[in-house]
């Protein structure tokens, strides 16, 4: 099992003075059953619920009150209620609404446990009208490896120690580059990660990938309301992938015969699902962030090693020299979003992309993020040059000096001037080091933290 970031994140609720049962939110296969594992050694006694198991989630139904419920558990998995420190784990909840019901009591009759719940299809719930007790739960994000998991499983302890230093001499830029290289083509998903860091061989990896696809698909059924639906979310899972990092319509998207109306339905559940996100364009250069859903959505997927899988790009970008070289533009800014997701562990972190106000102009920043009181663009270029026209433009228009270009190159930060003459200090930002880019923008702007 390897070490995860959301480890911290678990560590700070544990120490809560009202510490609430956390739920995980993420796609299946994310890693979230393992990440409770590892962190149940922090404990004196672990129980561990799954309630696609019989016995398990018959527990929820057969106890008539909640005080039953807690002797019912402890005594079954053969519990000692006198412990000190106990994490119970709720894993696969969605598969009984009473035990979504019952977590604010956990909340309210027993403080003194450490209470996790998971599960991947919660929004199946909706429909039988349970929700999640209302401040009585909070929520962890629990997303594919980032770079820094990545080359940590990978026993690279030495290059993720300058990484999280902010500090990669010219000596390291290469190999660092080229770990970065392997994470873009086969992605965070941990069971891939794992054969990789086992038996680096890239050609094992096929059947992983197929086994996770065709999970997303048998579990249809289980977000769908009706057969038409079923149909459309089939549809859009077998085809995403292919478009992924593009703009799309929901109009007859993946050349179906589909209408925009129930195809934007079924994005909206997928979305929720965590297993794809619509990333909508904003047109302001400062804060706050406002979406314009009027317009048409750029499509991000759960992780790029699932896309290059499902597009067949893994073979040439194995051999290719710069990443992204086979597929223009479109996997190096979707690593990008990944790395940028990564670090965040609210299930509401969104990513977002700018284009003008004018709708004659072909301007577009691939990102935009919120950095302090800052709104910071991020142009993404696949090789080491290339035209900044769209981050100049931004720059025009913002109320401060800073941009961020990512890129095949070494880490600088140059003062330069926009087409029109504008000065603004250009952030020249790795691959590898987007993961850090808080810190790095902190570190060369001067603002606190």
Known sequence: MFNRNNLLQLRIWAKESDRKPLVLRGA????????????????????????EKEEDN?????????????????FLKNADRSSKKVLLFIDEIQNNPKAVAMLRYFYEEAKELFVIAAGSLLETLIDKNIS????RVDYLAVRPFSFEEFIEATGETKSLALILNLDVPIFAHDKIRELFQTYSIIGGMPEIVKDYCENRDFGR?????????VSYLDDVEKYASNQTQTHVIRHIISSAFHYAGTRIAFEKFGHSQYRSREMGEAFRILEKTML???????????????????????LFMLDTGLVNHASGLQKAL????L???????????HIVGQQLLAFQSSVRSKLHFWVPDKPDTQAEVDYVVQFQDLLLPIEVKSGASGSLRSLHRFVDESPHDWAVRVYDGKFTVEDTTTVSGKKFRLINLPFYLVGQIEGIAAKVTGIQI
């Not at 018959?58 to 005080?67: A, D, E, I, N, Q």
């Not at 999640?132 to 401040?135: E, I, L, S």
């Not at 990333?279 to 250069?285: A, F, G, K, L």
């Open 28 to 51: 299946r296969q994310t890693g979230k059953t393992s990440l409770v594992n590892i962190f149940s050694k922090e404990f004196d006694q672990y129980i561990y619920l799954n309630l």
């Open 58 to 74: 018959k527990l929820f139904s057969v106890t008539t009150s909640f005080s039953q419920l807690l002797d019912a558990i402890f």
């Open 132 to 135: 999640f007790p209302v401040g």
């Open 205 to 213: 990896l096929k059947n992983i990938y197929e086994r996770l696809l």
């Open 276 to 298: 794809l996100q619509l990333m909508y364009p904003v047109s302001q250069t400062k804060l706050p962030i406002q979406e314009k859903t009027r317009l048409s959505p750029k």
């Open 318 to 321: 194995i051999t290719s020299k």
């Open 323 to 333: 990443i992204n070289e086979n597929y223009p533009g479109k996997i190096s800014e």
